[in-house]
C-alpha cells in the first residue's frame, strides 16, 4: 500500500481511507498478519497491529529488494483508441515501465476532448496505482496529460537516450534492439523514452523528425505488433535482459 502519511517514533502508522477498506474488508486482514507499507520508494514490511476502520501497523526489521527496474522506461505512445491507453497504463505498471506520455500523433484518430482530460488522467492514475500495488513496485509510474508532437520532442533532453520503433527498421536485416540498448546502456544510461506509433503506425515525417532530433530508430523483432503489444515488447525485453 502506498501511505503518504509519516511513521511515527515507534514506527508505527495508521492507514485510513481507501487503503485501510481495502485492508479490513477485502483482505480481510486480521491482527499479526504483515503487509508491505510504500514511503517515498522505500518497502517496509509491517506487522497490523489492529483492523478497524483504521488499520494501525508496525514496521518489522525486514526488508525486501527494490523490485524497481534498473533502467527508468517511459513510453510515449500515439494516442491510441478506445480504452488502449488505459490497458497500457495497467500493463506497462505490472512491467517496471517509469512513466506513460500519451501524444498526438499525426495518425491518432482519437483527440482527446479538454473538459474530460481530468476525468481522464484521474482514471489512468488510478489505474496505474492499483496495478503497482498489486505488483508491489515501490513506484507508481507517472502519467502525463497528452502532449503535442512538439512537446515531446522538446522532451528529449530529459533523457539519456531516446528510441523509436520503427516498423520500416523491421524490413530486412537488423540489429536486435536490446543490442542497441545495450550499447548505450554501457555508457551508464540511466533513463530512456521509447516512442511508439498509434495503429496507423508513425509517419515518415514523424519519424525522421525524431530521428534528426537523436532518437535510435529500432526495429521490435520481425513481425508488427498492435499499438498496446509494442510497449509492452519492450518492457519485456528490458526486463529480460537487464534484470
Ligand atoms: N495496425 C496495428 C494496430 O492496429 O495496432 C499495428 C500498429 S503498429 C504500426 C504501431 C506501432 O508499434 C508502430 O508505429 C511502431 O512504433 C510499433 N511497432 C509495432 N511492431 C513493430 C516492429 N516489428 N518493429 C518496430 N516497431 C513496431
Known amino acids: ?24 474488508k477485502v483482505m480481510r486482514m486480521q491482527k499479526g498478519e504483515h503487509i508491505i507499507v510504500v514511503q517515498d520508494g522505500i518497502a517496509y514490511v509491517c506487522t497490523i497491529l489492529s483492523v478497524g476502520q483504521e488499520v494501525i501497523v508496525e514496521q518489522t526489521e525486514e526488508t525486501i529488494p527494490s523490485p524497481e527496474m534498473p533502467i527508468q522506461v517511459d513510453i510515449a505512445c ?5 480504452d488502449k491507453l488505459e490497458f497500457i497504463a495497467q500493463k506497462g505498471t505490472e512491467l517496471g515501465m517509469h512513466g506513460l506520455i500519451p501524444f498526438a500523433a499525426e495518425r491518432s484518430i482519437v483527440k482527446w476532448d479538454h473538459q ?17 500495488e498489486q505488483s508491489h513496485r515501490t513506484f507508481v509510474p507517472i502519467i502525463s496529460p497528452p502532449l503535442s508532437f512538439q512537446q515531446l520532442l522538446e ?7 531516446v ?3 520503427d516498423e520500416e527498421e523491421a524490413k530486412g536485416e537488423h540489429t536486435r534492439f536490446a543490442d ?25 515525417k514523424e519519424v525522421e523528425a525524431f ?5 535510435i530508430p529500432v526495429a521490435l523483432g520481425p513481425r508488427i505488433l498492435r499499438a498496446e503489444t509494442a510497449p509492452l515488447y519492450v518492457l519485456s525485453a ?6
Not at 155 to 161: I, L, S
Not at 183 to 204: A, M, N, Q, T
Not at 211 to 215: L, S
Not at 238 to 243: A, G, K, M, N, P
Request: charge should be positive; aromatic fraction near 12%.
Open 211 to 215: 530521428k534528426e532530433k537523436g532518437a
Open 163 to 165: 528510441f523509436v520503433a
Open 78 to 82: 500515439g494516442l491510441p483508441k478506445g
Open 1 to 24: 500500500y502506498f501511505v503518504d502519511d509519516p511513521f511515527n517514533e515507534q514506527k508505527q502508522l495508521t492507514i485510513v481511507g481507501e487503503a485501510a477498506r481495502h485492508i479490513s
Open 155 to 161: 522532451k528529449f533532453p530529459d533523457y539519456d537516450a
Open 180 to 204: 542497441k540498448l545495450k550499447k548505450v546502456y554501457d555508457k551508464e544510461s540511466k533513463s530512456i523514452l521509447f516512442i511508439f506509433g498509434p495503429e496507423g503506425g508513425l509517419s515518415r
Open 238 to 243: 528490458i526486463s529480460y535482459e537487464f534484470e
Open 116 to 132: 474530460k482530460i481530468g476525468r481522464k488522467m484521474e482514471r489512468l492514475s488510478k489505474i496505474a496505482q492499483e496495478a503497482a
